[in-house]
């Protein structure tokens, strides 16, 4: 029995649980979901240098590495993607003295059980589930770069929520999210010549985005093989990039296995989301990934999600779907499926199917349209 807070939910209480020999019953997972990688995925490394350069025969090639690894499970990593490691290491350095804030602080700035809003700390997913809970910390941070009212969200944010002591936290945490939204626009760019569509159509679809940063740390855990420090699941948002450090630990289901991800010195992951998935007309498979927890080493990671602005329809461009390969998912927009999301218990291989079917129950007139 750990400690509770007022709502009856459980505290992560990090720097007490990653001593006890003892795991609490709530991160319990079943045995049969534990079973772990017997080998490591041969994702690709794909260069951005040549492609960057505007190198025809480096951007056909990377094209075609990133074709196949998206069709079969969604998952590459990417080396000269131009951020600075400066600017990631500094990022990592505030969320270091985020997460080593006192337990009361934390809990202060955490997330509110119900609320779409992104925004905010959570201590093992309390706030929404009871049972099978990840064994991490997160803190999230929304981000908006076009938005005319406010260009710096999360400065803004920072200062005002978190107290004026983390404006400089604010100024890193925006120059990291400003630079990897340049980055997402960039893969776009190279998932549409690799789709065969227009190059800029996704960069223009995704140029005022909504997205998120959400740091994740894993503390050590005395007992690794009974819990998971993230679930199975697929992202909802549209693509996600990944900085890890060393420790390792994520896992792609590919070919009916799990397999694990050798972290790549000074690379970035990438993994296709639902939403990106619908975007190519089920072309590129959303990726199924894990994280697993280390009885040592605390690890610790940050996500980036890009996801259109709110009011973007969510549509395949035309030359992706015709009579003989219909629309697979039908319109809708990014609000409506992170709500969805966010409701559903477990974001995983079947969330969007189950969105579109609840989509189509609920507005019988709906915009699909199977073909072309
Ligand atoms: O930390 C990782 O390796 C994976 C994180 C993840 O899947 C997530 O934050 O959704």
Redesign the pocket.
């Known amino acids: 029995m750990g400690l509770r807070d007022e709502n009856g939910g459980f505290v992560f209480d990090s720097a007490m649980l990653q001593k006890q020999a003892n795991l609490p019953s709530e991160f319990l997972w079943p045995q049969e979901d534990l079973v772990e990688a017997q080998e490591e995925l041969n994702e690709p490394l794909i260069d951005l240098g040549g492609f960057k350069r505007g190198d025809e025969v480096e951007t056909a090639r990377a094209a075609e590495l990133l074709s196949k690894a998206c069709s079969e499970h969604g998952f590459f990593q990417v080396t000269n993607h131009g951020i600075d490691a400066t600017i990631i290491q500094a990022a990592h350095n505030e969320i270091d003295t985020f997460f080593n804030l006192p337990l009361d602080k934390k809990l202060s700035l955490r997330k509110k059980p119900g609320s779409l809003n992104a925004n905010g700390y959570s201590g093992a997913h309390a706030h929404r589930f009871q049972s099978k809970l990840p064994w991490k910390e997160t803190y999230t941070l929304l981000h908006h770069e076009n938005d005319p009212s406010n260009p710096n969200i999360i400065v803004d944010y920072c200062k005002s929520v978190m107290g004026e002591d983390f404006e400089h936290t604010g100024w890193i945490c925006q120059r990291y999210c400003n630079a990897l939204k340049e980055l997402g626009l960039l893969i776009t760019e190279l998932l549409a010549i690799s789709l065969g569509v227009d190059r800029f159509h996704y960069r223009n679809f995704f140029e005022d985005c909504v997205s998120m940063m959400?740091c994740?740390y894993y503390p050590p855990c005395q007992n690794p093989g009974l819990t998971f420090?993230?679930g199975p699941?697929c992202?909802p948002n549209s693509l996600?990039i990944?900085h890890?450090d060393q420790v390792g630990?994520?896992e792609v289901f590919s070919n009916n296995k799990w397999k694990a991800i050798r972290p790549e010195p000074g690379a970035l992951v990438v993994n296709i989301g639902d939403t990106f998935m619908a975007l190519c007309n089920g072309r590129y498979k959303s990726c199924l990934?894990r994280?697993m927890v280390n009885r040592n080493l605390e690890r610790k990671?940050i996500?980036f999600f890009l996801s259109p602005r709110e009011d973007r329809v969510v549509r395949p461009p035309q030359e992706l779907f015709s009579r003989e390969e219909p629309r697979k998912y039908p319109d809708f927009t990014w609000p409506e499926f992170w709500e969805f999301s966010q409701k559903h218990y477990r974001s995983d291989v079947t969330t969007i199917d189950n969105f579109i079917k609840w989509k189509l129950s609920s507005k019988p007139s709906g915009t699909f349209t199977s073909v072309a």
Do not use: I, P, S
């Open positions: 959400r994740n420090g993230t699941h992202d996600t990944l890890q630990g994520l990934h994280a990671t996500a």
